[in-house]
């Protein structure tokens, strides 16, 4: 009865579909992934070892599922702006089979989402970062600290700027909130990085805090 009302759409091509996940089969063959890390610091792609040819010691991974754009992007907006939960599932299951060597390598202590601003997370109900590390977190069997930073100015959607304001409009963007907490070695979780300045910046952060962040994961990377 509830399919006749709601019929059950593809979240890529919004077509009817009746796979358990959310994503037709199409969509799926569709989507264009990625099989090695990139590091954010430089743009280089890591090859097995995540070791940075570049930067060394300060190789900062970004492990993202696929390339942000249809139908990956469209499943991605439906998620965050129209409440469609079921794909997450499947999209960070796919994610830890391609990378799950490469990350266990990292050995992180936990998993933080990436935070919103109260207001705005309060206005959409969810924060769809935290969802994907919850759903991450029995996979990678690490624990989710959601608590242990805080965003506390209001900056303006990084969407709408272009590189160096993004960098400048995250500045100042975060907080501790947890600051006698022991250092633990940190996996950052988001629904898509693109230049990396929210992440960056958030590392930057943690590590002032005695905090080592071992990487990101993403559901997409764009530019
Ligand atoms: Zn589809
Ligand atoms: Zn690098």
């Known amino acids: 009865m509830l399919d006749f009302v709601f019929p059950p759409l593809c979240a890529g091509c919004g077509k009817f579909d009746e796979s358990a996940e959310g994503i037709c089969e199409s969509c799926q063959k569709a989507i264009e992934t990625f099989s090695l890390p990139i590091c ?11 070791k940075c040819p570049i930067c060394a010691d300060k190789v900062f ?5 696929g390339n942000y754009q249809p139908p990956l992007q469209e499943i991605i907006i439906q998620f965050k702006f ?7 599932k499947l999209l960070t299951a796919n994610l830890v089979e391609t990378f799950a060597s490469k990350l266990q ?6 998993l933080v989402p990436v935070p919103l601003h109260p207001q705005r997370e309060h206005r959409r109900g969810y924060n769809q970062a935290n969802i994907i590390a919850e759903t ?3 996979l990678l069997e690490l624990p989710v600290r959601a608590n242990l930073i805080q965003r506390t100015g209001k900056r303006r959607p990084q ?15 975060f907080s501790i ?7 633990e070695k940190i996996l950052l979780v988001d629904d898509v990085v693109t230049t990396g300045a929210t992440v960056t910046e958030l590392k930057k952060v943690l590590e002032k805090a005695r905090h080592k962040v071992v990487g990101v994961i993403a559901l997409a990377h764009g530019v």
């Open 159 to 173: 969407a709408r700027l272009n590189f160096a304001s993004r960098a400048q409009n995250v500045k100042g963007a």
């Open 40 to 50: 954010l610091s430089c743009e280089s792609v890591l090859q097995e070892n995540v």
């Open 105 to 110: 390598h990292l050995s992180a202590d936990c």
């Open 177 to 183: 909130t947890q600051k006698q907490s022991e250092p």
């Open 136 to 138: 991450l977190s029995p």
């Open 61 to 65: 991974p970004l492990f993202a599922y």
């Open 82 to 88: 129209r409440d469609v939960l079921g794909p997450v």
